[in-house]
């Protein structure tokens, strides 16, 4: 495993190799993880997004592990930023997911702890798609107002169990996520975040999304 840094046992910079290509992401195990939560993010974000830094310190106050990755290059992030293209192309993100997944599996630091993802906007769908490529190894998901729709071929095949929180005032995706749901087989919940829009702007919202997910992580992730 390249590091790039480690400066205090916490963080650590990492790079990520899926050939040809590098990613960089931010990588912390805690002492005693026994899993770890890979993060998709979505529509233009990258793993310096504000909400999913503090999603990944909730979850790993309850002991989780995080990976928190840039799914695109700098070079092809500069270029989204003009066309606002590659964030809605959900295959190639779903490629650099399952990339990512795998290249866990090489290190002694990672390669026994239990996979779960955490999808925000389009990056629900990269994980959900990631999770039926790899239904062996990816043990939950959770999806952050999420595009579950743009998985629609794959839902049925999901197996790890799904959930997906969605806020009460942002009734487009609401409907989007509820319609996901009627395909999927697999456990699956939905929880509605009264009051919330896209982004879980609003007071205590962005709280509650952190709380629901390690939850939910630590009931799949964790052995009993």
Known sequence: MERIWHPDGDEQLVRVTITPIVLEGTLSIPATATGIVLFAHGSGSSRHSPRNRYVAQVLRAGGLATLLLDLLTPDEAALDERTRHL??????????????????????????LHVGYFGASTGAAAALMAAAERPQVVRAVVGRGGRPDLAQPVLPRVQAPTLLIVGGNDTHVLTLNQEALRQMQTRQQLVIVP????LFEEPGALEEVARLARDWFCQHLIPT
């Open 195 to 198: 009051g919330a829009t896209h």
């Open 87 to 112: 964030r809605f192309d959900i295959g190639l993100l779903t490629r650099r997911l399952v990339g990512a997944t795998d290249w866990l599996g090489h290190f002694s630091d990672t390669n026994a």
